[in-house]
């Protein structure tokens, strides 16, 4: 149990460009999703988090208005990268919570920005 | 914020060797998490323990929540153990549920 999938499980995208990445959890609802950023041989870093049906809340540093995050349903989050760099370049990890405990992982997604 | 931080930063054993990682945080919480990252990005969720003893095959965990640090511990390692470790806690004084996670403990397990 407690499976989250991401998906594009990687991504070359144009600068300049949007691209979308979905989180899923598949066996449970997920009240709360958390994504994260993690460039090479680095540490995760929380991006934002999100509760189903409100805004997310964006740490400090990350710009909103370039990382859209929407929690449309208890299953789905999605991230929007809107018009990439190649400095966004990194491996964004979402991951889902039933309610404030254990939180489950998904597997990624790399986003190559040329 | 809360502070954690991870030793060592890198760990290079031969297989069948013990090992201790250790994470200190620098705040009381209200969760904590240990994940092995494997080479492919996924995390994978190895203990959840915000206090006490917990073991799974040949990992266990301890927590001394008084004293601000957790141990994981690896016997008799074995190659696929390798990958990063991190650790990552919940702030008690944050009710958000946010894990901040450790620099983490890059392991490297030779046949």
């Known amino acids: 149990g407690a499976v989250v999938s991401q998906h594009p499980s990687r991504v070359i995208c144009k600068s300049g460009t949007s691209v979308k990445i979905e989180c899923r959890s598949l066996?449970?609802?997920?009240?709360?999703m958390f994504w994260y950023r993690q460039f090479p041989k680095q540490s995760l870093m929380l991006m934002a988090t999100?509760?189903?049906?409100?805004?997310?809340?964006?740490e400090q540093g990350v710009e909103k208005d370039k990382f859209l995050i929407n929690h449309a349903s208890l299953t789905l989050s999605t991230l929007t990268v809107t018009s990439a760099h190649p400095e966004d370049s990194s491996f964004y990890i979402c991951?889902?919570?039933?309610?404030?405990?254990?939180?489950?992982f998904g597997p990624g997604t790399r986003l190559l920005v040329l | 914020g809360i502070q954690v931080e991870q030793s060592p930063p890198d760990l290079i054993l031969q297989e069948g060797a013990n090992s201790t990682l250790r994470c200190n945080f620098s705040?009381?919480?209200?969760?904590l998490q240990w994940f092995h990252q494997n080479p492919w990005g996924q995390l994978i969720n190895l203990f959840y323990?915000?206090?006490g003893t917990k073991q799974n095959g040949r990992l266990s965990a301890t927590t001394v929540a008084t004293e601000r640090y957790s141990l994981l511990y690896i016997s008799s390692s074995q190659t696929t153990d390798s990958g990063v470790y991190f650790c990552?806690?919940?702030?008690?004084?944050?009710?958000?549920?946010?894990?901040?996670f450790g620099s983490g403990t890059r392991l490297l397990v030779r046949p």
């Open positions: 705040d009381s919480v209200n969760n």
């Open positions: 990552a806690v919940d702030s008690l004084m944050d009710s958000s549920y946010k894990l901040i």
């Open positions: 999100s509760n189903e049906g409100s805004k997310a809340t964006y």
């Open positions: 323990i915000p206090s």
């Open positions: 066996d449970f609802q997920a009240t709360t």
């Open positions: 991951s889902a919570s039933q309610g404030g405990e254990t939180q489950y």
